[in-house]
Each structure stands twice: as C-alpha cells, then as structure tokens.
C-alpha cells in the first residue's frame, strides 16, 4: 500500500465514486472541481491502481469539507478508510487556523469512523441542509 498526498485522476475518481456505492459525478464536474481540492489523499497497490480516496475541499481558513471518503469494496475492512481520514486530519492539524469550521456529510455508518476523529452530530444546533444543482 502506497499512500500520497494527491487526488486521483478524473477517470479514477469517478470510478472509485462508483464501485465504492457514493453519488456518480460526471468527468465534466470531476474536471473543474479536483483542481480546486485543497488537499487530497490517494492510497494505491504497488501496480499504482487506487484503492481508496479521499479530499479537503473549501477556503483553507474558515469552511473545510471532508469529502468522497471511498475505498474499494475489495479492500474494504482493512483500515483503508482510517488511514485516509488520519492523512486528512493531520492535515487539518498543522494547516488550518484554530476555529476553522470542518464538516462532513456521513452516509450510512459512516459516521462511526468519523466520531472516533472527533465529528458529531451537530443537530439540534444546526441542521445539515443540501441542494443539487439544475
């Protein structure tokens, strides 16, 4: 397993999206939004093909998103998903200001692997709300 600070190519990233059971994005999307990344981890076999994924999108002072947290369903419970989310904490760690907002959406138990990094729930506070574009 070879881990690198770099998002996956846009054929990659929509492929790991679909295999991996998160929302399909078109390679036109995937083209302008991975250049914006503010951070991306990609773990890979020795062959270089990946095996898990997973970005930072946002300003890099005050609003961060944890997004497409994916590994493939044959490399799935083997603690591929904890890595990348360490690799995008340590990031978060030594680059972001103190304050910053981080957040995430989690799909299905998803959300276990992310508390043991720190999310919750932030309801009844504040209620996560989304909008797909036309």
Known sequence: MIVVHQIPTVQEYCQMRAVAGLSPKSENAAARGLPNSLFGVSVRDPYGNLLAMGRLVGDGGCFVQV??????????????????????????????????????????TANELYKKFGFHETAPKSVGMAKYAQ
């Open 67 to 108: 997004c497409d947290i994916a590994v493939h369903p044959d490399h799935q419970g083997k603690g591929l998903g904890h890595r990348v989310m360490q690799e995008l904490m340590d990031y978060i760690d030594q680059n972001l200001p103190t304050g910053a907002f981080i957040n995430l959406f989690a799909d299905g």
